[in-house]
């Protein structure tokens, strides 16, 4: 579980500090707020010490290095180089620095014409660290077969959240006396509102199968790929709650109809009722509000919304609040509460005619 973030000179941030819910955190903000930005720091820093969990002895060099791989293929900036992605007209070094769970901590430094970090500090980082899901907001099941084999072998327009979550979906499914009961319930909803199930044949091919037919994955809406993902994540194993890292998805609502959406949203809550943190971006109303109406206090729901926001400035900063009601500022809500507002005054202006 991560606890804490904070970036500094990196990216579109100058300096900006998070702390996380050990259940749901959600991600919001306009346009260019640095959101996905944020989502890929943490889950670069989480899987940094995953990457390495089988050796021993590692130098502060060769972390360095692969946390440099990370971060480079995961924001794929201008030429590959690390230094792009410093905070652009800042003089001071860039700042990356993690906590989790169990005092493990993380933290890594570069400047502007640096080729690799530099790791400053590493407390046990390497113990403990469950793996960690990066699901990006394009579902990837239309094209999973033959994706892995061609991510690398050619520079490909994809960053490596695709390759990661690939490799995922293409493991064997654990044993079903293994599942954890609330894997089991999610996923027997998803597959009674899709009405059936994705099969996972290896090599990146998939088709959906239902109780009269087979069909290829391209064949099924998005929407249905896309919570497709979630179920097989939870049939491999590789988001067990209690068991597994952090789950990051973007944009999890994307290409979802309302009705799908307030599934994925019970789906979540009750994932992080049995421990498992998720860490979620949206720019969506119905989600934001499905989880506001969902929470229950007697369950002791912890939710955190986070909302992005530049200053006059032009400096990006952050609120944090546990309730809906208190996010401040907040673009989606201001945005719909606009066109309820154009809406009413439309009707009553037909009404006076």
């Known amino acids: 579980m991560i606890t804490q973030l904070e970036l500094k000179n990196f990216m579109a941030f100058s300096d900006l500090n998070i702390n996380f819910s050990p259940g ?24 940094g010490a995953t990457l390495l969990k089988n050796q021993t002895n590692i130098s502060d060099d060769k972390l360095a290095e692969a946390l440099t791989t990370k971060l480079t293929t995961l924001f794929m900036p201008l030429d590959g180089k690390l230094r792009k992605m410093h905070h652009q007209g800042a003089t001071k070094q860039a700042y990356l620095q993690a906590r989790f769970a169990q005092d493990q901590e993380i933290a890594a430094t570069f400047f502007k014409n640096s080729n690799t970090v530099v790791i400053k500090n590493r407390n046990n980082y390497q113990q403990y660290q469950a793996k960690t899901v990066f699901i990006p907001t394009k579902e990837v099941l239309a094209s999973m077969e033959g994706f892995n084999s061609l991510y690398e ?9 695709y390759q990661d979550i690939c490799l995922l979906l293409d493991l064997p499914k654990i044993r079903p006396e293994a599942l954890h009961k609330e894997s089991k319930q999610a996923m027997a909803q998803i597959k009674d509102i899709c009405g059936g199930y994705f099969v996972f044949h290896g090599g990146g091919k998939v088709t959906f199968k239902s109780e009269s037919a ?44 309302p ?3 307030q599934l994925l949203a019970q789906i979540l809550l009750e994932l992080s009722r049995n421990n498992q943190q998720i860490i979620l971006t949206t720019n969506d109303y119905v989600l934001l509000k499905w989880f506001d109406l969902l929470i229950d206090k007697n369950k002791d729901d912890h939710i955190l919304f986070h909302t992005l926001y530049r200053d006059n400035n032009g400096v990006i900063n952050i609120n944090s609040a546990e309730n809906y009601q208190s996010i401040t500022p907040n673009a989606i809500a201001d945005t719909f509460n606009d066109m309820t507002r154009k809406q009413v005054n439309k009707m009553m202006g037909r009404m006076g005619k």
């Open 24 to 47: 749901i955190n959600i991600i919001i903000g306009e346009n260019s707020t640095g959101k996905t930005q944020l989502l890929k720091a943490s889950y670069a820093l989480y899987s």
């Open 153 to 161: 072998k050619y520079e490909l327009s994809f960053d490596q959240t």
């Open 259 to 261: 009705k799908l959406i």
């Open 214 to 257: 087979e069909f290829s994955a391209n064949a099924m809406a998005e929407g249905f790929r896309k919570i497709g993902m979630l179920w097989r994540l939870l049939e491999t194993g590789a988001i067990h709650p209690g068991v597994s890292g952090p789950l990051f998805w973007d944009e999890p609502e994307s290409n979802l109809n």
